[in-house]
Structures are given as structure tokens and as C-alpha cells.
């Protein structure tokens, strides 16, 4: 008797004749077979049978009648295995054993879950989102201060607390306190999804007595003003770093606020004539569709990609060279992290030499060019796609407002009948 999933894996029940016990029987057995790759694991039960006694129980069509409860305890586990194994997706054998075997409902760990995430992202070299996942289960743990943390310990007064801990005690800032809860958010709806918790426990949503809100700062808007954009343009670095600083900091901008991993993974395939065509590193694993980002390339642009591009322009060479595109993917998050790390020095230095006072960055590249453009008169939407964002809430959160003499210039133009 066999349940097939269609799609990777087959269970059934499995006399293991390898070894027999000392009372002559052997154990019974969960083989769980998968096709890609092609596995075999098996899982231990608590019966055990003789050959004979396994075949009048199990195997045959019509069991005697003093073996229909133990044949419906078989029917039971083999039906669980199979509940179990529709839920675990893609398939694995270390969630299908804890899901399976460990604790109820309740007692759920939430490292688990997290665990199970942080090794996805990786896979998936989605290394940054690992680190923040990582560092969000260790700031619960440590809060915590408890062997195990299960997902019914976290409870909106929970939260509210962790909250005050991290910001009072640990002078965390809440935006540090939002990336952790919103990663854990994520794991409740994981384990949501998966029917090992009720959506009842569920403790987030709008801020209430039954319910916690995550924490949204709204923190500084990170762009300059036009006026202050010429003046970074226009002006002189003095030392060859500041060059090549700012350089690609208006490469990023003049590329819509492209983001440096992505320009990172630019190759010269990307490039259609005057259009740049590129899948950005950041959806490439949850976006179905894979939207690709089209930019035109301003002359600009496109001397960067001259002064600073590799000599091999083959179609599947990468443009810039500043990581290493043969090394493993942590090796390129922390090349890529050093590279960021080295222009956010020299462009603030080169701005403050300019007398900017804002502490500029790669990240005021992206939200200058959503404000400037949308200052200029783009639409939301136009800039929301221009960015690759799924709605416009995102992008309104890029957008520093609107000029006071834009608005007063707005006032005046709404009494010229």
C-alpha cells in the first residue's frame, strides 16, 4: 500500500529486515523515497513484526479480523506521513522528520523555522536576507533568555516588551527592531501556511490589546535636492578614490537608483543598444514574473561603462569587475559589502568638501532620483515601475515631498483663473 505525491516524493510502510531484535521481530519502518534527487530515508516507528505476522497484517487484501486495530494504527501513520509530507514544500527530509515526529502543535520551535529560512536564502545566495534572519533570531533568543522558544511564548505584550528592551536597554534603534519582527512576521505565516500552528496565536496587526504593530519610524528622507545634485556633479574631487567614487554614485542615480548588487551582476548582454535590460538580484527568487527593468543609458552612462568596463565585452562577461563573479556567494556579499563600504567613505568625504552636510551615501543615490524625478513631473507610477517596486506605497516612501517653493509656486498658479 503506497500514496503517491505527484510531483517528488512516495511513502510507504516497510518491514526492515537488516537487522533482527532479540525477541526474533524486526522494525517497522516509514520509507520515504524521492525523485530529484533521487533518496531514500527511513524513518522509525514504534511497531515491529515478524515476516509473517508483517505480511498477514499489512500486505495482504483481506486481514484476519485480530489485526484490523493494528492494521488501522498502520492505515494512521502512513495517512499522517502523507498529510505531513503535502505540506512540506519544496520537500525535505529534515522538515518531513520534524514535522512529523516532534512535539505538538504548540510546541513548535521557532529556530526551526528560522533555521529552514536562513539555509533557503543561502541556497538561494540571498546572503544579506540571511544575515538579517539570522541576527533576528539571536536578538529573540537573547531576549528570550530560555532554552527553547516556541511560536506560542509570542504574544503581543511579548512583542510590546522585546520592543521596549531592544530601544530603552539595548539603545537599539526601532528600525533595527522593525527588520527583526518583520522577518519574524514572515516565519509565523510560514508556519501558518503549513498548518503546524493556528492562524489563532497569529500576534500581529493593528496595534491593539489582542494584537502588536510593528514598529514603522519614519526615518529621514535620504535625497538631495536638485541644487545640491549640480553642485556633487559639477564639482572637482580632489584624490583619484573620490573620482571613482563619485563616478559610480552618479552612475547609480542615472541608471534610476540602481541598486550596486545589481549593477554588480550587469553583463554586457544586459546592454539593447541604448537600454539596459537587467532582473534585479533583490525579486529574482520571489518574483514569478521576473520583471525586467529597462533603463535608458544617458552618455554619461555610458562613459562610465567605457572608462570603467572589462576589456572582454563578450555577451556573457560582466561589465565592472569591483567583486569577483567566480567567488562563492558569501565571498561576493562581503566584496560587495567592502566596495559599498569604500564609496560611502570617499563620496561623503567628497560632499562634505562641498559643504553638503547631509551624510550621503549609495542608498541617496535610488531615493534621489525617485524625489528629483518625481519633482520634475514623472508620476508616481512611472518612477514605481522605473524602480521595480510592486506597489506605490513603496515608492511614495522613497519621495522626500515636495519643495517649499514648489508649494508656494503651486499656491499661486491655483488663483491664475
Not at 377 to 401: C, D, Q
Amino acid at each position: 500500500m503506497e500514496c503517491k505525491d505527484s510531483k517528488n516524493y512516495s511513502i510507504s510502510i516497510f518491514l526492515d529486515t537488516r537487522r533482527k531484535k532479540n525477541n526474533g521481530k524486526y522494525p517497522v519502518k516509514l520509507r520515504v523515497f524521492t525523485k530529484e534527487p533521487r533518496l531514500q530515508k527511513l524513518f522509525s516507528t514504534v511497531f515491529e513484526f515478524t515476516p509473517n505476522e508483517f505480511e498477514s497484517i499489512w500486505l495482504t487484501t483481506k486481514p484476519r479480523k485480530k489485526y484490523d486495530e493494528i492494521r488501522l494504527e498502520l492505515q494512521a501513520l502512513e495517512n499522517r506521513a502523507n498529510d505531513v509530507a503535502k505540506i512540506v514544500y519544496p520537500f525535505n527530509f529534515e522538515k518531513f522528520n520534524y514535522l512529523l515526529y516532534g512535539d505538538s502543535n504548540k510546541q513548535i520551535d521557532v529556530s526551526f523555522y528560522y533555521n529552514q529560512a536562513i539555509n533557503q536564502f543561502n541556497k538561494n545566495e540571498q546572503i544579506g536576507t540571511a544575515s538579517n534572519y539570522n541576527l533576528s533570531l539571536k536578538s529573540l533568543l537573547k531576549f528570550h533568555d530560555k532554552e527553547n522558544l516556541i511560536f506560542s511564548d509570542i504574544t503581543p505584550q511579548w512583542l510590546k516588551d522585546y520592543e521596549k528592551h531592544m530601544v530603552e536597554t539595548n539603545n537599539r534603534s526601532r528600525t533595527t527592531v522593525s527588520m527583526y519582527l518583520r522577518a519574524l512576521r514572515t516565519i509565523f505565516n510560514t508556519a501558518i501556511f503549513d498548518k503546524v500552528i493556528s492562524p489563532d496565536i497569529y500576534p500581529f496587526g493593528k496595534e491593539n490589546k489582542r494584537k502588536y504593530a510593528i514598529p514603522a519610524p519614519k526615518g529621514t528622507k535620504k535625497a538631495l535636492s536638485k541644487e545640491q545634485l549640480k553642485v556633487l556633479y559639477e564639482g572637482t574631487p580632489v584624490t583619484s578614490d573620490q573620482q571613482k567614487a563619485k563616478d559610480y554614485w552618479f552612475f547609480s542615480y542615472a541608471c534610476n537608483g540602481m541598486n550596486f548588487k545589481d549593477i554588480a551582476n550587469l553583463q554586457y548582454k544586459n546592454i539593447s543598444g541604448e537600454i539596459l535590460e537587467f532582473t534585479r538580484a533583490k525579486t529574482i527568487n520571489t518574483d514569478k514574473d521576473k520583471a525586467v527593468v529597462k533603463v535608458f543609458l544617458t552618455d554619461y552612462a555610458k562613459n562610465i561603462i567605457e572608462n570603467y568596463g572589462n576589456i572582454d565585452k563578450s555577451p556573457d562577461s560582466y561589465i565592472f569587475s569591483f567583486i569577483e563573479h567566480t567567488a562563492n556567494a558569501e565571498e561576493k556579499h562581503l566584496q560587495l559589502k567592502n566596495f559599498i563600504r569604500y564609496i560611502n567613505q570617499h563620496f561623503l568625504n567628497y560632499a562634505k568638501s562641498l559643504k553638503i552636510k547631509e551624510k550621503v551615501s549609495t542608498y541617496w543615490a535610488r531615493h534621489s532620483f525617485a524625489t528629483n524625478a518625481i519633482r520634475s513631473g514623472a508620476s508616481m507610477e512611472y518612477v514605481s515601475e522605473a524602480l521595480n517596486h510592486s506597489n506605490l506605497n513603496t515608492t511614495k516612501g522613497y519621495f522626500a515631498g515636495f519643495t517649499d517653493e514648489t508649494k508656494k509656486e503651486f499656491a499661486k498658479k491655483l488663483m491664475e483663473f
